[in-house]
């Protein structure tokens, strides 16, 4: 099983500022890494897949970079509607796994 | 417009089966695409359970592929989940999804499952 560990748990930040999340697998995982976000009560919605890919309909201020084993999700300037938790979750092998997951909250 | 809908009890004694269906529109199971549970205890993160497509090929978790069966119902555009002798480990939202190239999109909007007697 892949294990992915995300970094930092959590991230304080202000509306404006920049958001860097890391995701790091335990083994490659090729480009086969996709991000989600998550608010309270909603379920995960899909940001980027295959690594830096943004998936229908999301700002272009999210992006993400990364292949093998090292992965970024880059949120450019923060947006209110922005702080929420993000999961990475990768497709190279069964099963599928996802990270632990980052809270980015109002600093 | 893809929408998913998880419907199914919401409290199941321990020992029992846990069983929810996902009801899907906007578009047709048959078309190919894979649909996939996955579930979140409260307060914690995403488990991926099980995977399936139209024509009933299946993919489990190892940690749940004893105790997990996945079905679906071409005729009702709908996926079951089927989880037996679940425990309190078991309470969790469980969310049905379309699978794309084992990457999840759309979700439904969950429901949470308690187990308790």
């Known amino acids: 099983e892949i294990l992915l560990t995300q970094s930092p748990a959590t991230l304080s930040l202000s509306p404006g500022e920049r958001a860097t999340l890391s995701c790091r697998a335990s083994?490659?995982?090729?480009?086969?890494l996709a991000w989600y976000q998550q608010k309270p009560g909603q379920a995960p919605r899909l940001l980027i897949y295959?690594?830096?890919n943004r998936a229908t309909g999301i700002p272009a201020r999210f992006s993400g970079s990364g292949s093998g084993t090292d992965f970024t999700l880059t949120i450019s300037s923060l947006e209110p509607e922005d702080f929420a938790v993000y999961y990475c979750?990768?497709?190279?092998?069964?099963?599928?796994?996802f990270g632990g997951g980052t809270k980015v909250e109002i600093k | 417009q893809v929408q998913l809908q998880e419907s199914g009890p919401g409290l199941v004694k321990p020992s029992e089966t846990l069983s929810l269906t996902c009801a899907v529109s906007g578009y047709s199971i048959s078309s190919g695409y894979y649909c996939g549970w996955i579930r979140q205890p409260p307060g914690k993160g995403l488990e991926w359970i099980g995977s399936?497509?139209?024509?009933?090929?299946?993919y489990y978790n190892p940690s749940l592929k004893s105790r997990v069966i996945i079905s679906v119902d071409t005729s009702k555009n709908q996926f079951s989940l089927n989880l037996s002798s679940v425990t309190a480990a078991d309470t969790a939202v469980y969310y049905c999804s379309r699978v794309v190239t084992n990457r999840f999109d759309p979700w439904g909007q969950g429901t949470l499952v308690t187990v308790s007697s």
């Open positions: 295959d690594a830096s």
């Open positions: 083994q490659s995982v090729s480009s086969y």
């Open positions: 399936i497509n139209h024509s009933g090929s299946t």
């Open positions: 979750q990768q497709r190279y092998n069964w099963p599928l796994t």
